[in-house]
């Protein structure tokens, strides 16, 4: 009798076995969970120095080579410096005719001049002594009763005439030019000596030197090219210090925030991974292609070298971390008209328990309420079927 109930208990537990769904089950635990957002960037550097020619010319000698390291004040490059030196020489001639032309006017004018005014000066003097002569005869001869009244009028009028023409000349010889003219001779000289200022730093720029310790990441020319003045030559930068300018979709701008962690990848160096923070959160939207972004600046923390500017990457920002948490993973929560749901397994049954969600990614939801550290879950079945409460289930990992 007893062997025959073992049997039955047997057969039923095989037979309930078979009918249980298998249920794949997961446990509550604590860990830490974030919210992220990600999007491409490009990499500038902060300290960043950019060649140009300063005139057009040949490259007379390069220095360098790409992703060459330099110390400050080390040369890179060097022009030709036959067209400075033609633009000195032009300066230089362009000053001395400015000031010397302002030394001849402080001196009331040129050699030429001064002799040409004292000349004039002598004329007017000898046509006033004669004017002066001539009334006083004039004068005499009237009182005479031998010059009417209109000729002694007459002598006066030209005495008079002298008299201005030699106030004008005198006053024009020692006042020739007035401050307005002086001033406006002092603008020129100068003017004159910023050219030449100008010139001879062009000529110093011929010979490039680095401003600061850095690599050299771009060399768009070579040796005994022609180039024409302002274009770039070669660029330096200091690979410590980098930043990413990344654009963020619209819907994802109000989530960014001044010191958030970021991380960065680069596809050229797939087992590498990049550190920094945002510096810089958008304050405006703009058109970005055929998007709408804010435009965002990110420090790296940790650059040493090993990354280049100019370069694409992908950056992932943690928005937002909640640390030491009840986690359960996303495919466990259900929602049913807004309410959070699991299927907690107790024994070899699902029991539907409702549940308070904190943050929720991809792959793992917070539970703020309901169950406990250690609780388990089920996740989905292996096999066709729906899991339900009070489903009988074979739990599997």
Not at 31 to 52: C, E, L, M, Y
Not at 182 to 189: D, K, Y
Request: net charge negative; aromatic share 4%; hydrophobic share 40%.
């Amino acid at each position: 009798m007893t062997l025959a109930l073992v049997v039955v208990a047997v057969l039923f537990y095989i037979r309930n076995s078979s009918q249980r769904l298998p249920v794949r089950v997961a446990s509550v635990e604590r860990r830490d969970i974030t919210r992220t957002v990600s999007t491409n960037g490009k990499v500038v550097p902060s300290v960043d120095f950019q060649a140009h020619a300063p005139v057009g010319g040949e490259i007379r000698d390069l220095f360098v080579s790409l992703n060459q390291n330099v110390k400050a004040g080390e040369s890179l490059i060097r022009m030709s410096d036959s067209v400075a030196r033609k633009d000195i020489a032009a300066a230089e001639a362009v000053l001395a005719s400015a000031q010397s032309q302002l030394n001849a006017m402080r001196r009331g004018g040129t050699q030429d001049e001064r002799l040409s005014s004292k000349s004039d000066l002598d004329a007017a003097l000898q046509q006033q002594r004669q004017a002066a002569a001539t009334l006083e005869t004039t004068k005499r001869l009237h009182a005479q009763g031998a010059a009417s009244q209109n000729e002694v009028a007459n002598a006066q009028q030209r005495l008079t005439d002298a008299d201005m023409k030699v106030n004008q000349l005198q006053t024009r010889r020692v006042s020739r030019y007035n401050a307005e003219d002086l001033s406006t001779q002092q603008a020129q000289v100068a003017q004159a000596e910023a050219g030449l200022a100008a010139a001879r730093a062009e000529l110093a720029a011929v010979d490039v030197k680095a401003p600061f310790d850095g690599t050299v990441y771009a060399i768009p020319v070579s040796k005994y090219d022609f180039v024409q003045g302002g274009e770039a030559l070669l660029d330096v930068a200091d690979l410590s210090k980098l930043e990413v300018l990344a654009y963020f979709d619209e819907p994802d701008v109000g989530r960014l925030a001044i010191g958030q962690p970021v991380e960065i990848v680069w596809d050229a160096k797939p087992n590498l991974m990049w550190h920094g923070h945002i510096i810089e959160a958008p304050t405006t939207i703009i058109t970005y292609g055929t998007r709408n972004v804010g435009e965002c600046l990110i420090t790296v923390d940790d650059a040493h070298g090993d990354l280049l500017p100019n370069t694409n990457v992908t950056i992932k920002v943690t928005t937002l971390l909640h640390k030491n948490v009840l986690l359960l993973p996303h495919e466990a929560l259900h929602t049913d008209s807004g309410s959070n749901y699991v299927y907690r397994v107790i024994g070899d049954r699902l029991v539907k328990t409702p549940v308070q969600v904190g943050v929720v990614n991809p792959v793992s939801a917070e539970i703020t309420g309901g169950l406990k550290e250690g609780d388990k879950v089920a996740l989905n079945p292996t096999t066709e079927g729906d899991l339900s409460d009070g489903l009988h289930i074979k739990a599997e990992n």
